[in-house]
């Protein structure tokens, strides 16, 4: 399995998110233990329509995720208490994780770091900071993977 990787790109250009894009809201947890990263970007989550649970370890996580059943989790890959990648294979051992978005957020991009990334089960790799318009395209493209297309 190939894991897709996005990098921040110093010399890319913002341009205005289209407001076409129309994505189906999703069920999802932000986890990592920085709280101010978090609510920034669950905030955004929000405001673009989804629900959105936090969370700043991951054993909370894992309890959250159990409960919640979200259809996509943003996981922070090193947090105290269990790192990103021990909870993403805690969830693919459950089969009720199966169809489950994982997505590794972390401040290291380095080939040993995804391969690390995808042997735990993740879906995507995204180096910080969250680029909008590569989120909203994950997530779009949940919904059609999701939708048989």
């Known amino acids: 399995m190939r894991l897709n990787v996005w990098q921040p790109d110093p010399q890319r250009r913002t341009e205005q998110p289209s407001s076409t894009l129309a994505v189906t809201p999703h069920n999802i947890l932000v986890v990592d233990d920085n709280a101010d990263s978090v609510a920034a970007f669950a905030l955004l989550l929000r405001h673009l329509g989804h629900q959105v649970e936090e969370a700043h370890d991951g054993v909370a996580a894992l309890a959250i995720a159990r409960r919640l059943r979200p259809t996509v989790i943003f996981l922070d890959l090193n947090m105290p208490r269990m790192s990103g990648q021990e909870v993403a294979r805690a969830l693919r051992a459950d089969p009720a ?25 993740f879906d995507h790799y995204i180096v910080k900071p969250y680029d909008l318009d590569f989120v909203k395209s994950l997530l779009g493209h949940r919904v059609s993977h999701a939708l048989g297309s």
């Open 97 to 121: 994780f199966a169809r489950t978005l994982i997505v590794a957020v972390s401040g290291f991009g380095q080939p040993n770091d995804v391969e690390a990334a995808r042997a735990a089960g």
